[in-house]
Every structure is written in structure tokens, then in C-alpha cells.
């Protein structure tokens, strides 16, 4: 065995070594010493002994709620003999393991491991833990529920029966983590899902290699097939309705325990642009409401970078009437455009992220008085027009109108790109800048269905819930990018 043979065996003997110690075999039976090697050296870790009836308890005091344990625990074992605890543990709520593995998950599930005469049981005493349900604070609606997914996967999938009772809602739950296992619960209905869907969903899962995974935005940048581009390629969500409606369409959805929103797949770049609003209101105003998105759309990825490009080299673009005005605003200025429109942007997008981290009251003051202050202080000192603080923020403003924050903040990272070649090509550039995002958004896949439905391929039928929102009798039939029907459910049925 030559020197480099001999480095690579100590290094895979030593990982094998470790992996031994810290994680139980498959099937190994369950030991109290082996339990109590895995939880060793941490302040929470409570070993409750019964000399008496010969019971040892192994539990973590964090995760545990008090009156459970002392109701499931305390009570039955303190001053029981032998035959007493055999009565005990022949409750229903105790429940014989076999599987080391199984027994450590349990305990760090809030489960006590009970260990009597070679015999090892998990009682579920854990507290209820999380707050409680309430209004999403970054998914607002003025009509329809009013309640949000919280940080508990079972009071999400509690929430989710109460909405959607129906027999043919099917979760499957899955485990991601390498280190620190976490469940994740893939919800769709069976026989409007596409199967395929599913069983590719679960496969991606599965196929996870990293040491925590502990939100569901977290989770989706793993499995999504597209990972290097700016476009947010699933649909993530903290409001019970909208996850209905998407499972009702013949979408797959999907909860990480720990995170207060979901996700549903497969999902079209359009889709981003709809709002649970649009369906409680009177169809001709929730496809007015959506043209408006589609407009504020335009206008914030555009909007700015088409004043850099007519002000630097298409003056015979403007109106003479407006002219005079924007060469007067420009006289003091002594930047170019590009560099002029770079900083005003970047300062939106500070006052931006500033309001969102400060506390609500404070970072609601610091918007408000630091745009009115920086914006009128930069036009008197010079360093910018008063025109370009218009467009700066009318584009700032029509961002706001995207439901989707992910896809906002997407967009307005677009909109430097455009700038920057509105800058150096003028039109050419800014139609150049367009025309990529377009071929870039073709390209993209969700779970193997176009990002560009129904407008790549054409698709009329789903056109009347994607650009306008379609009366509800124009509507009773499965998207097409589900690639199922409403003669699945109807043979169920029956």
C-alpha cells in the first residue's frame, strides 16, 4: 500500500469511525447506553431513573410540555412496582420501538423514551409549540380569510384539512437533512395532480445531500431546474386559500416543519402576478386589477432605463414643449444619465431594505421622510433631476403592485441590467436588454412544463385565467401545464 492509499484509508477509516458513534445503525436495536452516548453534554438532556421498577426515562426538557410529563411519566413510575409499569406501558400511548434510529428521532420530536426490561417505548409529551394562527403580515388582502400558515407543520396541515375536505387530499411525508433532519409533507389531490408531477417532486426531495434544510424557500432552490437564474420558479405562499386553489387546479404543494409559508408547483412566470384578491371580487374588476399588475410590470422594468436612453441619445424623442423643462432640470447636473440613474435606484433600494429590517413604525418613518428628504435635497444640491426622481420613483411604486415579493425583487434587479444598457446603446440596448429576459424566460422549465404557458405554447383556454381573471363558469377546467382534467376527479367519483 503506497503512501497516498494509506492518507485515504485513515481519512475514510476516521469518517466511518465518526459516523458510527453519532449516528445509530439501521434496525439496531435500541440500547440505554447507546441513547445516552447520542445525547451526552447537553444542558437539556434529562435521564429520569426508577430504581424501584427498574424504568429508565431518557427525554429533552426543551421540547417537553410539563404537564404531560407529569401525567405520562412522573405519576405512572413514581412508587410503581414491576407489575404496575407493565400495566402502565400497555397503554395506547406507549409505543414499542425496535429501531435505534426511530427511538432518537422520537426524542428529539419531543417523545420520551421509556426503557424497561430490554424494552424500549416513545410516549409523546411534547408541548405545543409556535404561535398562534394569524394574519399573514407580508401577503395582505382587503377581502376574503384572513388567517396564515404558521412556523408548525401540523397546525399547517390542520389548517389545510379544515379548507380542503375532500378524502382524495394526500400527504406524503419525507425527511431532508443530512445533520439536522427536518420533515417536509408534500400535499396534492389524487387524480387532479399529475402523478408524473408528483413522483418527480418526491424524487428531488429525496435526492437532497445538505446538512439542514429549514425553510421552504430554502428548500425550492434545491430541486427547481433553472438554479442560476434571477426568476423565482416556484410559487411560495403563507395563505391557506391560495395553497387551495392551487391544489384545486391540479397543483402539487409542499410544507417544510419550521416555515410559516409553502410552495406549490408547477408554477408559470404569470402566475406571480395574480392575487388570492382577484377571485373575491367581481371578475371585471380582478381583470382590471391584473392589467394594472401587468402595467406596473412595464413600467418599473422600463421605465427608468427609457429615460437614459432618450436623455443620452434620443433628444428628438421628447416633446418640445417638454424640452425646455428637462434641459433646465439637467443644466445643474453634473453627472451622465446612466451614472445619475444608478444612484438615484441604489438609494431607493437602500431606504428599501432599511425599511423592511427596522421595526414597523420605525422603518414606515424612515421611508416616507428619508425619500421626501434625500429626493428634494438631491435636486436642490444638483446631483439629480427632478424628472429622474420621478421616474425613479413611479418605478419604485409600480414594483409594489407584484404580489409576489420574490418576483419584485427579481424585477427591480432586472432593472439595473436594463439601465446599464439603455445607457450604452440607447434604444438598441434597452430592446437587446428585453429581448434576453424574454429568451432567458423560454428557456426555463418548472418540473418540466414551460415558465412561459400559456403564452409559450399558445394556449387560449388558459389565457382566461392568466392575463384577464375569467368569469367562475369559464373557468371549470385544469390548466393546462397540470396536464390533467376534470375527468379524473369525475370517474373518482364514481
Known amino acids: 500500500m503506497d503512501i497516498f492509499a494509506k492518507i485515504k484509508h485513515f481519512f475514510v477509516a476516521g469518517e466511518e469511525e465518526k459516523t458510527t458513534v453519532k449516528e445509530p445503525e439501521k434496525n439496531e436495536h435500541p440500547s440505554l447506553e447507546h441513547t445516552i452516548r447520542q445525547f451526552e453534554n447537553s444542558m437539556d438532556f434529562i435521564h429520569r431513573t426508577y430504581p424501584q421498577c427498574k424504568v429508565d426515562v431518557i427525554y429533552l426538557a426543551f421540547l417537553v410540555g410539563n404537564d404531560q410529563l407529569l401525567q405520562d411519566i412522573i405519576q405512572p413510575f413514581t412508587d410503581a412496582d414491576e407489575e404496575q409499569v407493565k400495566t402502565v406501558l400497555s397503554r395506547s400511548q406507549y409505543v414499542v420501538v425496535v429501531d435505534s434510529k426511530e427511538c432518537i428521532d422520537g426524542i428529539l420530536n419531543g417523545e420520551a423514551a421509556v426503557f424497561f426490561r430490554g424494552s424500549t417505548y416513545l410516549v409523546d409529551i411534547a408541548k405545543p409549540a409556535g404561535r398562534t394562527i394569524e394574519q ?114 391540479g397543483r402539487v404543494a409542499g410544507f417544510v416543519d419550521g416555515s410559516p409559508s409553502g410552495f406549490t408547483c408547477p408554477t408559470a412566470f404569470f402566475d ?53 423643462n428637462l ?18 435606484e441604489t438609494t431607493i433600494e437602500l431606504l428599501r431594505e432599511a425599511g423592511a ?63 446599464i444598457m439603455a445607457g450604452i446603446l440607447g434604444n438598441l440596448g434597452l430592446l437587446m436588454a428585453i429581448g434576453m429576459v424574454v429568451i432567458h424566460l423560454a428557456g426555463v422549465t418548472n418540473m418540466g412544463t414551460s415558465y412561459l404557458t400559456p403564452l409559450a405554447p399558445i394556449n387560449f383556454k388558459d389565457m382566461l385565467d392568466t392575463y384577464i381573471r375569467g368569469p367562475f363558469w369559464a373557468l371549470r377546467s385544469r390548466p393546462t401545464i397540470v396536464k390533467t382534467s376534470n375527468k379524473k376527479i369525475n370517474k373518482m367519483r364514481k
Not at 384578491?277 to 421605465?303: E, H, K, N, P, V
Not at 434641459?327 to 438615484?344: C, D, G, I, N, Y
Request: net charge neutral.
Open 136 to 249: 399573514s403580515e407580508t401577503e395582505s388582502v382587503i377581502s376574503g380569510p384572513h388567517d396564515g400558515f404558521v412556523e408548525n407543520i401540523g397546525q399547517n396541515l390542520g389548517v389545510l384539512r379544515q379548507r380542503l375536505k375532500s378524502s382524495h387530499l394526500k400527504f406524503v411525508k419525507l425527511e431532508v437533512g443530512e445533520v439536522a433532519k427536518n420533515i417536509v409533507v408534500i400535499a396534492y389531490i389524487e387524480g387532479l395532480a399529475n402523478q408524473e408531477i408528483v413522483d418527480e417532486l418526491i424524487k428531488r426531495i429525496q435526492m437532497i445531500e445538505y446538512n439542514a434544510v429549514t425553510d421552504s424557500n430554502m428548500l425550492i432552490q434545491f430541486i427547481d431546474e433553472n438554479p442560476n437564474s434571477i426568476f423565482p420558479q416556484f410559487m411560495t405562499t403563507e395563505r391557506p386559500d391560495a395553497i387551495v386553489s392551487k391544489l384545486v387546479a
Open 272 to 324: 406571480f402576478f395574480s392575487s388570492p384578491d382577484d377571485y373575491y371580487q367581481r371578475w371585471l374588476i380582478g381583470t382590471a386589477l391584473r392589467f394594472l399588475r401587468f402595467i406596473g410590470f412595464l413600467i418599473t422594468i422600463s421605465f427608468t432605463a427609457f429615460y437614459v436612453s432618450v436623455t443620452t441619445y434620443h433628444y428628438e424623442m421628447i416633446p418640445h414643449t417638454m424640452l425646455l
Open 327 to 344: 434641459t433646465e432640470s439637467r443644466a445643474k447636473v453634473p453627472f451622465p444619465p446612466l451614472l445619475e440613474a444608478l444612484l438615484m
Open 357 to 419: 429590517r427596522l421595526p414597523t413604525k420605525v422603518g414606515q418613518t424612515i421611508g416616507i421622510v428619508g425619500g421626501i428628504v434625500i429626493g428634494q435635497a438631491a435636486v436642490q444640491a444638483g446631483f439629480t433631476s427632478n424628472i429622474l426622481i420621478i421616474a425613479v420613483a413611479t418605478s419604485a411604486i409600480a414594483s409594489f403592485v407584484i404580489p409576489s415579493y420574490i418576483m419584485s425583487a427579481s424585477i427591480r434587479l432586472i432593472r439595473f441590467g436594463l439601465i
